[in-house]
């Protein structure tokens, strides 16, 4: 039986607290190992415990949530952290994945949904709220020439529009008869000329260029 993914829920609102951790233990695949209600708290059990994920508030007392990501992302850093925050706003997006965030979700979310999120994020994608994406997008777009993906060769391009399609290392291998190593190579140069941190980011320009055309 696969290992249920560990999850440290850091909010300083108990009863928010309660409730995320009481929704997500119910699901089979997911173990709430700990509870958080400041940074400094929150860096304490990730170094002790060492969870798959850490959900972490922004607003919280002591450091704060963004001064704590980048704490978390150099002290553990096969943890990955997803902001479950109040606050919608570009700033603190661009701030938070800067620090080492792998995902920004905005509070409301429904349960299963949020379930989901914890799953993709450890799983090593990344996700941002939908209504978020697009502020994303722009940044990344405005400081990146007209066309950000001619710095890619023939066999690049192609890999990315097949990751934009979906795909995961080891299936565009085989559709395109390569080990999974090289493609993950590859993607690790893809990620470099077009200066971001994730496949999810660089699937996002590939779809608005190849929207363009």
């Given at each position: ?14 009863l928010f ?9 119910a ?41 704590t ?22 700033d ?21 949904d949020l ?35 001619s ?26 008869h ?12 893809i ?9 999810v ?8 260029q190849?929207?363009?055309?």
């Open positions: 039986m696969t290992e249920p993914i560990r999850i440290v829920i850091a909010d300083d609102h108990p607290r309660e409730g995320v951790s009481h929704s997500l233990a699901e089979p695949d997911l173990a709430i190992v700990g509870q958080a209600e400041s940074g400094e708290e929150t860096l304490r059990l990730a170094m002790d415990l060492a969870p798959d994920v850490v959900l972490l508030d922004i607003g919280m007392p002591g450091w704060g949530g963004l001064a990501v980048q704490k978390l992302s150099q002290a553990c850093p096969a943890t990955k952290v997803v902001m479950l925050t109040a606050f919608d706003d570009e603190r997006l661009l701030a938070a994945f800067k620090g080492g965030a792998r995902g920004y979700v905005v509070k409301g979310v429904g349960v299963r379930a989901n999120i914890v799953r993709l994020v450890a799983a090593g994608d990344v996700y941002v709220s939908r209504s978020l994406a697009a502020s994303l997008l722009s940044e990344l777009t405005g400081k990146r020439p007209q066309d950000p993906l710095e890619l060769s023939e066999r690049e391009s192609n890999i990315l529009n097949l990751v934009a399609e979906g795909l995961t290392n080891r299936e565009i291998g085989e559709r395109v390569l080990a999974e190593k090289t493609v993950k190579n590859h993607m690790t140069n990620l470099g000329k077009l200066c971001v941190r994730s496949r980011e660089a699937a996002l320009l590939a779809t608005r190849n929207a363009r055309k």
